[in-house]
């Protein structure tokens, strides 16, 4: 038996066949999870969700753009309608304009910063919130990801690391706030791992190689112990943890 048998979950971010989200679909598909996607608007979006997610047997994907009003509202009406309970909610969704991650962080435009944060960070609280409407009562789990930018300054991650301070804050409030609807809300804070999304990020490679040299497993990570996590998170192995930041890093958050 597995640890989500009988349980449905709903994936915001699958991108590609790389992406994090993608990774944390297979663990909890493997686990007994049935799932649904969302995908950004356009047939091309769609092709590379569908190549992504064929085998693990979609109970539907449907387009959305996290910045459009009304978009996240009408997942949860679609969700609650052909899933019935919504058991978790997978939040894997971040962006922000590549000038504004390799410009100085203080040439940061401000349409910029307004688009990561909310793309990134504000995102998760309209979801939060339709969460609960379609569900008051719970019980429920939602997770998001986050990275180690957000508590320190790493080079060329810029207003991204912003928006993922706002990303984890929130996550403490949003625990507060739905706890008493029986809904946890966690983040997994994977160490750098080669997406496409990640390449955006100036000097990737070195970020790979410096974290392989100096994590105490000696190592990076990949998608599927990120997606380990995840289905942890979504079972209820972990009813009595809300509000928490788990590092999936090989330790290097650790390492001074």
Known sequence: MGILDGKKGLIFGVANDRSIATGVAKSCHAHGASLAFTHLPGDKNLRRVSQATKELDPLFLEPCDVTEEGSIKAIFEKAKSEMGQIDFVVHSLA?????????????????????????????????????????????????????????????????????????????????????????????????????????????????????????????????????????????DMSSGITGEITYVDAGYNIVG
């Open 95 to 235: 962006f922000a304009n590549r000038d504004d991650l390799v410009k100085p962080f203080s040439q940061t435009s401000k349409e910029g910063f307004e688009l990561a944060l909310n793309v990134s960070a504000y995102s998760l609280i309209e979801m939060a919130r339709e969460y609960v409407a379609v569900q008051p009562d719970g019980p429920g789990s939602l997770m998001t990801m986050t990275y180690l930018g957000s508590v320190m300054a790493v080079p060329n991650y810029n207003v991204m690391g912003v928006a993922k301070a706002a990303l984890e804050s929130s996550v403490r409030y949003l625990a507060l706030d739905l706890g008493e609807k029986n809904i946890r809300v966690n983040a997994i804070s994977p160490g750098p791992i080669r997406t496409l999304a990640a390449m955006a990020v100036g000097d990737f490679g070195k970020m790979l190689d410096h974290a392989t040299e100096k994590t105490p497993l000696k190592r990076t990570v990949d998608q599927s112990e990120v997606g380990e996590t995840a289905a942890f998170f979504a079972s």
